[in-house]
């Protein structure tokens, strides 16, 4: 059974950074697409950044591209999301995901939460000035 485990959440000032890990266990992530959610308090969770299987594409939404990084270590079967510059609105519970597939279409599908398959329980964070 697949098991994802967010870390490095936690509260931050405006301007600040954060490094988040997602740790799999169960299954290696080498394979498999992941991506990076977030959900803000009464709001719908919403995409953040994706990565195919091995790293070498990866998308943002459009509020994070340039601040946020996401990458992957396929051998220590760990996920970041490196994420600078933080404003307020980027507060909410992040969540990481993994699919069984190795690549999403471009034309959107990275970005549905239908395409993947695993979840973690997600980490807090607070930005605020």
């Known amino acids: 059974q697949v098991q994802l485990v967010e870390s490095g959440g936690g509260s931050v000032k405006t301007g600040g950074s954060l490094r988040l890990s997602c740790s799999a266990s169960g299954r290696a992530i080498n394979g498999f697409a992941m991506a990076w959610f977030r959900q803000a308090l009464e709001k719908e969770r919403e995409f953040v950044a994706y990565s195919n299987w091995i790293g070498i594409v990866t998308e943002y939404a459009d509020s994070v591209n340039g601040r946020f990084t996401i990458s992957r270590d396929n051998a220590k079967s760990t996920m970041y999301l490196q994420m600078n510059s933080l404003k307020d609105e980027d507060t909410a519970v992040y969540y990481c995901?993994?699919?069984?597939?190795?690549?999403?279409?471009?034309?959107?599908?990275?970005?549905?939460?239908?395409?993947?398959?695993?979840w973690g329980q997600g980490t807090q964070v607070t930005v605020s000035s």
């Open positions: 995901a993994m699919s069984r597939k190795g690549n999403l279409r471009d034309d959107g599908q990275f970005r549905s939460l239908s395409e993947y398959d695993y």
